[in-house]
């Protein structure tokens, strides 16, 4: 079992809940997922409590970096625009800053 899921399987079982619950519920329903809100307030408070300017990070800059770091390493747009829902491939490019540079290189570095 991997580092994340044993940590995953700690922080549930800690709260009492399953692999099939959600990781952070609602704080009056454990059966619903919290709300956008609640879930941006939660970040505010992570960013400001490390130090760092509450008001230059939020729920969407951390989705569009996990997003560029997984496309970083595997050059795998497909794979992100499943990760993201995006019904199209362009829009996932669009998102990412994927412009022709970035698929002439991957072209150059691939041998076929």
Same mark, same amino acid.
């Given at each position: 079992? @991997?580092?994340?899921?044993?940590?995953?399987?700690? +922080? &549930? =079982?800690?709260? /009492? /809940?399953?692999?099939?619950?959600?990781?952070?519920? !609602?704080?009056?329903?454990?059966?619903?997922?919290?709300?956008?809100? *609640?879930?941006?307030?939660?970040v505010h408070e +992570?960013?400001?409590?490390? /130090? &760092?300017?509450? *008001? @230059?990070? /939020?729920?969407?800059? &951390? !989705?569009?970096?996990?997003?560029?770091?997984?496309?970083?390493?595997?050059?795998?747009? !497909?794979?992100? *625009?499943?990760?993201l829902g995006h019904?199209?491939?362009?829009?996932?490019?669009?998102?990412?800053?994927?412009?022709?540079?970035?698929? &002439? =290189?991957?072209? =150059?570095?691939?041998?076929?």
């Open positions: 079992m @991997d580092t994340a899921r044993k940590t995953m399987r700690a +922080w &549930l =079982e800690r709260r /009492g /809940g399953t692999l099939n619950d959600f990781v952070f519920p !609602r704080r009056n329903d454990y059966m619903a997922h919290m709300s956008t809100r *609640q879930y941006a307030r939660l +992570w960013v400001a409590g490390i /130090g &760092l300017p509450a *008001q @230059d990070y /939020g729920t969407h800059s &951390l !989705r569009r970096t996990k997003a560029s770091i997984i496309y970083k390493a595997t050059r795998n747009l !497909r794979a992100v *625009q499943i990760l019904a199209k491939i362009d829009s996932t490019g669009r998102y990412l800053g994927v412009d022709v540079e970035d698929a &002439l =290189e991957l072209a =150059e570095r691939t041998d076929v």
